[in-house]
């Protein structure tokens, strides 16, 4: 049984060039928390245009999971694709709101028998809000952050799936283990077949004017009404916008003026401070191909940019941490 805690009126606040200051809000937006009675970590989630929403991972007996509620979170029911197991990379969620489709992925790789080493990701994609699923193995190369979303298609009719994951690992420990590409793979036909799309360099040894120990990572993408890709993330020490515009075969990365990130220190500090690193939900677009990004800046404070030009120029940032806030993370999806 699902329990609920006491509403409360959400606040508001007007963002700021420096900071943020309290301002009135709408009584119609209110805070609320249900229990699942499922165990779950780093969710991710999707809502429906009827208000039903999807939440994963939601760990079962029969493995890994999608959460839904038709009830504004009164009851919840899970739905499991067959053969996506918990392992040691987190599972992702995603549901395409136009075509109805909800698709969840869990990483194959694991540093431990029995499957030691294994790449990939079995993907669960469900056209009927997860009564039943079809399953696949995708993204060979990769092993861990895949990001799936979608848009419209430039070259034909209907809509084009991507993923995105860097490779041919996700963190970097060097000597041994190194970050060089993140690659971007599609599909046409709503997650049946997929293909190698194209890539971009986020070996930090490759970028000029960038430092060789700087960290280069980057998150979900979105597609803009004209069927524009933007995958946003950290580019060293500034925000950048990777912007694709022949559906994911060519990549051109641009840097958003006035960011400034974390400093990049070793792997140590990375674990400690990984949330000021990645960046996996940080890009949005609107029905008029306004592109925004937010970011953590390098004291702690949540940032805010937008383009009204497919990221060729951008706004001022602003400061948009609620008033008194002295550190902002991303969650690590």
């Not at 193995?137 to 799936?161: H, L, Q, W, Y």
């Not at 641009?254 to 974390?262: D, K, N, Q, T």
Request: with cysteine; aromatic share 10%.
């Amino acid at each position: 049984m699902a329990g609920v805690v006491t509403p409360r009126v959400a606040s508001g606040y007007r963002a700021g060039l420096r900071s943020s200051t309290n301002a009135a809000a709408s009584a119609d937006f209110v805070t609320d928390i249900s229990y699942t009675e499922y165990g779950s970590a780093a969710c991710t989630l999707g809502v429906a245009a009827d208000n039903t929403v999807f939440v994963a991972p939601a760990y079962t007996v029969d493995g890994v999971g999608v959460l839904r509620s038709s009830d504004f979170g009164k009851s919840w029911r899970a739905s499991v694709p067959e053969g996506v197991q918990q392992s040691r990379n987190r599972p992702y969620l995603y549901f395409d709101d136009i075509d109805e489709r909800l698709f969840l992925h869990a990483g194959r790789f694991d540093a431990v028998p029995p499957h030691p080493l294994r790449t990939g990701f079995t993907l669960g994609v469900s056209d009927d809000r997860g009564e039943t699923w079809r399953t696949r193995k995708v993204a060979s190369k990769a092993r861990a952050d895949a990001k799936v979303f979608a848009g419209p298609s430039i070259s034909r009719e209907g809509r084009v799936t991507y993923l995105s994951a860097p490779t041919p690992f996700a963190v970097r420990v060097r000597p041994l283990i190194n970050v060089t590409r993140q690659v971007i793979w599609r599909s046409f036909d709503g997650g049946v077949k997929w293909e190698v799309a194209g890539g971009f360099d986020i070996d930090s040894k490759n970028i000029p004017g960038l430092p060789s120990r700087e960290y280069v990572a980057f998150g979900k993408g979105v597609v803009g009404p004209d069927g524009t890709v933007y995958i946003g993330g950290r580019y060293g020490r500034r925000f950048a916008v990777a912007v694709s515009r022949d559906e994911g075969l060519t990549w051109d990365v641009r840097m958003v003026p006035g960011s400034a990130l974390a400093k990049y220190h070793n792997a140590v500090h990375f674990l400690l401070l990984g949330s000021r690193y990645l960046l996996p939900e940080s890009m949005a677009v609107d029905d008029d191909g306004n592109v925004y990004a937010v970011w953590p800046d390098r004291d702690g404070l949540l940032h805010a940019a937008w383009s009204s030009d497919g990221a060729v120029s951008w706004s001022r940032p602003v400061v948009v941490s609620a008033p008194g806030v002295r550190d902002a993370r991303f969650g690590q999806t």
